[in-house]
């Protein structure tokens, strides 16, 4: 089975740091372009970030740029986003997700909420 | 920044109707670079349509898609039940519409 399973959210304060982690398989990680989107409680989707097959291209959303930072791990079939100075306003589910078809999503993981508060 | 915006925000109709949800573009998007999800309640958005008009796999015909430009429409013709959901547009792999919530009326 195809399958993406986020982890590392949790409860952080106003100005500390969480590294999440998306885990990878059965498929070829290495040959596709990743995304992180999140959604705060409800609200909409939020694109976060991308990163291309071999890590040479990554884009963030303005709003978290200069804090979080995309890579990838292909040996170990693992997308990351470390996620620094975090505020109250990122609080979401964030999702990792495959790109494979003209960038759209194909695959999700399931989720990994991330909580900021004092 | 491209911004995506959807209409209507909601859509109250009834199984068997046909829904019609648009996305507009602020600027020309390539019609390769648009894609559609549907997202239920507690679960991980899903792809129906990539392409602007290509569906998905496993999506019914019931879901088409369509457009070019700014201009792009998602249409689920013979409503089931299982289709009322929130439905968001996509372009180029990063910003998302706002979302149409589509009930049952």
């Known amino acids: 089975d195809v399958q993406l399973v986020e982890s590392g959210g949790g409860l952080v304060q106003p100005g500390g740091s969480l590294r999440l982690s998306c885990v990878a398989s059965?498929?070829?990680?290495?040959?596709?372009?990743m995304s992180w989107v999140r959604q705060a409680p409800g609200k909409g989707l939020e694109w976060v970030a991308n990163?291309?097959?071999?890590?040479?291209?990554?884009y963030h959303v303005e709003s978290v740029k200069g804090r979080f930072t995309i890579s990838r791990d292909n040996a170990k079939n693992t997308l990351f986003l470390q996620m620094n100075s975090l505020r109250v306003e990122d609080a979401a589910v964030y999702y990792c997700?495959?790109?494979?078809?003209?960038?759209?999503?194909?695959?999700w993981g399931q989720g990994t909420m991330v909580t900021v508060s004092s | 920044e491209i911004v995506l915006t959807q209409s209507p925000g909601s859509l109250s109709l009834s199984p068997g109707e046909t829904a019609t949800l648009s996305c507009r573009a602020s600027q020309s998007v390539s019609s390769i670079y648009l894609a559609w999800y549907q997202q239920k309640p507690g679960q991980a958005p899903r792809l129906l349509i990539y392409g602007a008009s290509s569906r998905a796999t496993g999506i019914p015909d019931r879901f088409s898609g369509s457009g070019s430009g700014t201009d792009f429409t998602l249409t689920i013709s013979r409503l089931e039940p299982e289709d009322f959901a929130v439905y968001y547009c996509q372009q180029r792999g990063s910003s998302f519409g706002q979302g149409t919530k589509l009930e049952i009326k």
């Open positions: 990163i291309k097959q071999d890590g040479s291209e990554k």
């Open positions: 997700g495959r790109s494979a078809l003209a960038y759209a999503l194909d695959i």
């Open positions: 059965g498929l070829t990680f290495s040959r596709y372009w």
